[in-house]
């Protein structure tokens, strides 16, 4: 009897579930059975973290939000930083012992769903412990360098957007700047492609630092056109020239890697108030795009990563990651997909569609 372990791990993302329930029911339909890892490498620590995973156990979870197996962006096992009895932070590596006990328990491969901070891990364990990975790309950022798509993307976009369709009405009523500080870490994809969709007259992403000026240049242009009112989408990671991305507080979390980013949608807004008078408000869509169903698409392509990855666990394809090209499951190697993160072209046709319906980027 062949036996998979999957994780999640890192922030969550719509259509993990269907992930999960594509890896189930593929191992059983092949005869294999599957055990769940609670919130990243916990159940490859302790037993009751560990959970079987049989297609009763993931009946109906494919249109389900979040992770029935929880996640963690703080459990990296190479540099688990830990606070001791003195309250001294200690970083210990405990990759050995998660190693040791997944080789006692006899698993055939490690199914491990993330972003690339997860999928960095998992190449680690695979290049340094020897253990047999798969990788399924997970991330609403869809900064992933090595897949044209990673699920959850559209998902998050297709909330962003709803929120700018019904932003729309409220600055029109009040002739208001609204400004909307979207996710996405340091790639702009959430905010170009919810910006377009929901008719923003400006979008600021990180890959194009922006003049302030010229984002109020756009609103004070809006006027002579008879609009008296503006939808500006600011990703997270977007900063002014000459100027460094905000972070926010707490970001010296414990065992965070990540430093959090946050607050450009206000400092935007309070320049933009001061510059052109205009009565004008902030808002941070924030985990909201990470909640809830996943769109058809997610769905769709959740399900076909799942069911990929245990295509590649039969032909013994470890090492690897399973990746969407030209509408097609491919593979590439752990390390080419974490080697760098995707940004926004500059000659991406997005940007330059954009562009021409006159939406400004502060440049
Ligand atoms: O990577 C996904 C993401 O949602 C980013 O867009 C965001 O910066 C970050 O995670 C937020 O992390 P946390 O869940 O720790 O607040």
Same mark, same amino acid.
């Given at each position: 009897? +062949?036996?998979?372990?999957?994780?999640?791990?890192?922030?969550?993302?719509?259509?993990?579930?269907?992930?999960?329930?594509?890896?189930?029911?593929?191992?059983?339909?092949?005869?294999?059975?599957?055990?769940?890892?609670?919130?990243?490498?916990?159940?490859?620590?302790?037993?009751?973290?560990? *959970?079987?995973? *049989?297609?009763?156990?993931?009946?109906?979870?494919?249109?389900?939000?979040?992770?029935?197996?929880?996640?963690?962006?703080?459990? /990296?096992?190479?540099?688990?930083?830990?606070?001791?009895?003195?309250?001294?932070?200690?970083?210990?590596?405990? =990759?050995?012992?998660?190693?040791? /006990?997944?080789?006692?328990?006899?698993?055939?491969?490690?199914?491990?769903?993330?972003?690339?901070?997860?999928?960095?891990?998992?190449?680690?364990?695979?290049?340094?412990?020897?253990?047999?990975?798969?990788?399924?790309?997970?991330?609403?950022?869809?900064?992933?360098?090595?897949?044209?798509?990673?699920?959850?993307?559209?998902?998050?976009? =297709?909330?962003? *957007?709803?929120?700018?369709? +019904?932003?729309? =009405?409220?600055?029109?009523?009040?002739?208001?700047?609204?400004?909307?500080?979207?996710?996405?870490?340091?790639?702009?994809?959430?905010?170009?492609?919810?910006?377009?969709?929901?008719?923003?007259?400006?979008?600021?992403?990180?890959?194009?630092?922006?003049?302030?000026?010229?984002?109020?240049?756009?609103?004070?242009?809006?006027?002579?056109?008879?609009?008296?009112?503006?939808?500006?989408?600011?990703?997270?990671?977007?900063?002014?020239?000459? =100027?460094?991305?905000?972070?926010?507080?707490?970001?010296?979390?414990?065992?965070?890697?990540?430093?959090?980013?946050?607050?450009?949608?206000?400092? $935007?807004?309070?320049?933009?108030?001061?510059?052109?008078?205009?009565?004008?408000?902030?808002?941070?869509?924030?985990?909201?795009?990470?909640?809830?169903?996943?769109?058809?698409?997610?769905?769709?392509?959740?399900?076909?990563?799942?069911?990929?990855? $245990?295509?590649?666990?039969?032909?013994?394809?470890?090492?690897?990651?399973?990746?969407? +090209?030209?509408?097609?499951?491919?593979?590439?190697?752990?390390?080419?997909?974490?080697? +760098?993160?995707?940004?926004?072209?500059? /000659?991406?046709?997005?940007?330059?569609?954009?562009?021409?319906?006159?939406?400004?980027?502060?440049?």
């Amino acid at each position: 009897m +062949k036996k998979l372990i999957i994780s999640t791990g890192g922030g969550d993302a719509p259509g993990l579930n269907a992930v999960i329930y594509a890896v189930v029911m593929s191992a059983h339909n092949k005869g294999w059975e599957v055990y769940g890892s609670r919130c990243g490498y916990k159940g490859l620590l302790d037993p009751e973290e560990l *959970t079987r995973l *049989t297609p009763e156990k993931v009946a109906d979870i494919t249109s389900l939000g979040g992770t029935i197996l929880g996640s963690t962006n703080k459990g /990296n096992p190479f540099g688990m930083p830990v606070e001791n009895l003195a309250g001294e932070i200690q970083i210990l590596d405990i =990759s050995d012992k998660i190693m040791r /006990n997944f080789t006692r328990m006899g698993f055939l491969c490690h199914i491990a769903v993330g972003g690339d901070g997860s999928l960095d891990i998992a190449r680690r364990f695979y290049e340094e412990k020897g253990m047999p990975v798969i990788g399924v790309p997970k991330t609403i950022d869809n900064d992933l360098y090595a897949t044209q798509l990673t699920f959850g993307f559209d998902t998050a976009v =297709s909330t962003a *957007t709803d929120a700018l369709d +019904k932003l729309h =009405s409220t600055a029109k009523s009040h002739d208001r700047v609204m400004v909307v500080e979207v996710m996405g870490r340091e790639s702009g994809w959430i905010a170009l492609n919810s910006g377009i969709s929901g008719g923003a007259d400006v979008i600021l992403i990180p890959e194009i630092p922006f003049d302030i000026d010229k984002v109020c240049e756009k609103i004070n242009d809006n006027d002579l056109h008879g609009k008296h009112y503006a939808i500006v989408v600011v990703a997270e990671g977007a900063k002014a020239m000459g =100027s460094q991305v905000i972070h926010k507080e707490g970001q010296g979390e414990l065992g965070r890697e990540e430093v959090l980013l946050g607050g450009i949608g206000e400092w $935007v807004a309070k320049e933009i108030r001061e510059r052109t008078e205009k009565d004008t408000r902030s808002l941070v869509l924030g985990h909201i795009q990470r909640g809830g169903s996943p769109t058809t698409f997610d769905r769709l392509l959740a399900l076909r990563f799942g069911a990929a990855a $245990v295509r590649m666990a039969g032909a013994g394809l470890f090492g690897h990651m399973v990746s969407l +090209k030209a509408g097609d499951m491919e593979e590439v190697t752990l390390e080419e997909a974490t080697k +760098k993160r995707k940004m926004v072209d500059t /000659n991406d046709d997005k940007l330059l569609t954009a562009r021409e319906i006159g939406i400004c980027f502060g440049d």
